[in-house]
């Protein structure tokens, strides 16, 4: 198969030296890029630049959302991807403006905020780029999403899960399997989740990521749209 997995956290600039970003390292979307390159699939990472990287995948890179934007769908669009696993932790908002001691500016548009000023960042809302995906590859690919939650129940977790399957008006154009995980149970080598398909039935669980990298194959390679 060929395999688009993207990875790591965007960051989005206040000034020149700070930035909105989150704690993803990458890691996760690193070993499964290289599991999936071991298994004999052809793999391309869009991993942030910041990120843990595969070894054995081709590499594209990036920082903003814009920038993990255009690169996922230049790649959709001309990669011919069998399967793709969304895996990247993507900003909900980016900033837009910020306000200095009461006087307005756009974000980038100052070098750096001077210390002791007073700072307030307005933040805009970004689209789900998985939402998009099917829409720029072809409905036939087969997509993977990642829901990661912190410290839910099972019943929240499966809510947040259906969701993203909801999120897109047109059915086909949904994900075709989410993994659930939740950041209370990721410690070391152990990283359980539930793969969900989209009538919300269990396709598959694992322990950790080995386990995961298993289940996704075999749900790429036996599951139909």
Known sequence: MKILITGGGSEEPIDNVRAVTNFSTGRTS????????????????????????????????????????????GECRNGAYDLIVHAAAVSDYSPYQIVVDGKEYQCGSVSKVPAGAELVVKMKKNPKLVDSLKLWSGDKTKVIAFKLTSNASVGERKAAVKKVFDANENHLLSPDFVVSNDLSEIKGDLHPCVIYGRGMEEAAVAGDLEGLGKAILNLAGESEL
Do not use: C, M, N, P
């Open 30 to 73: 690193a070993f499964l890029a290289d599991f999936f390159a071991g298994a004999g699939h052809e793999v391309t990472e869009i991993v942030s630049e910041r990120a843990v990287k595969a070894g054995k995948a081709r590499l594209v890179t990036y920082k903003t959302f814009a920038q993990l934007a255009a690169a996922l769908e």
